[in-house]
């Protein structure tokens, strides 16, 4: 079975600066996709970032950046120039490639708030 | 925005009714899920679909069921709500394939 882990319930950054979500996973596979997902205060699941496994560069989207270290299983997410409206929850999730159901293992979710 | 829509967004019951929550996608998408989202546990899933009439358990299935009549309704219900079921519920979809879900607005299930 493949676990998630966020080890930081709750993070707080100020307007303009960067911040870095953690995320680590646990799984025997080898092929595999990670995710960050962002939930505003709308409830909406949004998708801010992919990442391949077998791909070894890191992921990036305009603002959001990901650091993928697939030895050490780890999946960190950085938010540059950060905006009030990336105050949301923020959920690492995991999905096994090429097979079966597809289906997302998630983590717990960060908070994040962006500080005026 | 991906064609999802679930029904009803919000609904409070009493504990020991039927409780059916539907979700409807205009995609025609392969594989449709639901998940729970309760704070401190992230969103777990509770059963999956992968074709009409093709469903199989997630890692919280106790108490549900689901059915897929058709490729574009995926109905999750609760035969006797009990107040541990109270939870946001998400339907999501996918094409399989390697590629992200995409998520319904979310339904708030509070069973009193």
């Known amino acids: 079975a493949q676990t998630v882990t966020q080890s930081q319930p709750e993070m707080s950054v100020q307007e303009a600066e960067t911040v870095t979500l953690s995320c680590t996973y646990d799984?025997?596979?080898?092929?595999?996709?990670l995710f960050w997902y962002k939930q505003p205060p709308s409830r909406q699941m949004i998708l801010v970032i992919r990442q391949e496994a077998y791909k070894q560069q890191n992921a990036t989207e305009n603002r959001f950046s990901v650091n993928f270290q697939k030895a050490a299983k780890s999946f960190s997410l950085k938010i540059s120039d950060s905006q009030l409206g990336d105050t949301a929850m923020y959920f690492c999730?995991?999905?096994?490639?090429?097979?079966?159901?597809?289906?997302?293992?998630f983590g717990k979710g960060t908070k994040l708030s962006v500080i005026p | 925005d991906a064609g999802i829509t679930q029904s009803p967004r919000h609904k409070v019951t009493e504990t020991g009714t039927p409780v059916t929550l539907r979700c409807h996608q205009t995609e025609n998408h392969r594989y449709m899920y639901w998940y729970r989202q309760d704070p401190g546990h992230g969103l777990r899933l509770i059963h999956y679909?992968?074709?009409?009439?093709?469903?199989d358990k997630g890692e919280v299935s106790d108490g549900y069921s689901v059915s897929r009549s058709k490729t574009e309704d995926f109905l999750l219900t609760l035969e006797s709500a009990t107040s541990s079921q109270t939870s946001v519920y998400f339907c999501?979809?996918?094409?399989?394939?390697?590629?992200?879900?995409?998520f319904g607005q979310g339904t708030r299930l509070t069973v009193v």
């Open positions: 999501a979809i996918g094409s399989g394939e390697n590629t992200e879900a995409f």
């Open positions: 679909s992968y074709g009409v009439k093709d469903t």
């Open positions: 999730a995991f999905m096994i490639a090429g097979a079966g159901s597809y289906q997302l293992t």
């Open positions: 799984t025997s596979e080898n092929n595999y996709y």
